[in-house]
């Protein structure tokens, strides 16, 4: 489990101690997010068809890098939540009793199709 608390309190300290609370506006913490989930795709870009999990896990330069991406998302999306005091897991849990509401398993079990197809 993410133990997000805990790093909220070591971002807010490794912010303070560089002093760079001023440069985290909510526009700056999200283009940060969307330029590191960016890098994330990047990593996958010319790969021919679909990559395999085992794919990841095998090659050991893409795994690091992944995980490298991976933690700079978490990293700014925790910073993000924490200035903004939205609760991380209660707002995802409301996000999934939205998302199965939109999604019944009758309609979207086996299927790739948008809720309103």
Do not use: C
Request: hydrophobic share 40%; aromatic share 8%; no cysteine.
């Amino acid at each position: 489990m993410i133990d997000d608390e805990m790093l909220a309190e070591e971002l807010e300290k490794f912010s303070a101690e560089r002093d760079w609370k001023p440069f985290h506006t909510p526009k700056n913490i999200a283009s940060a997010l969307a330029v590191e989930a960016s890098e994330l795709l990047e990593i996958f870009q010319w790969t021919r068809g679909q990559h395999d999990w085992r794919e990841i896990d095998a090659e050991k330069t893409v795994r690091e890098h992944t995980e490298e991406e991976l933690a700079d998302i978490l990293l700014y999306l925790i910073r993000f939540a924490s200035l903004a005091k939205i609760d991380l897991q209660q707002a995802a849990l409301r996000k999934m009793e939205k998302n199965a509401l939109k999604y019944p398993v009758e309609k979207a079990k086996g299927s790739d199709r948008k809720y309103n197809e």
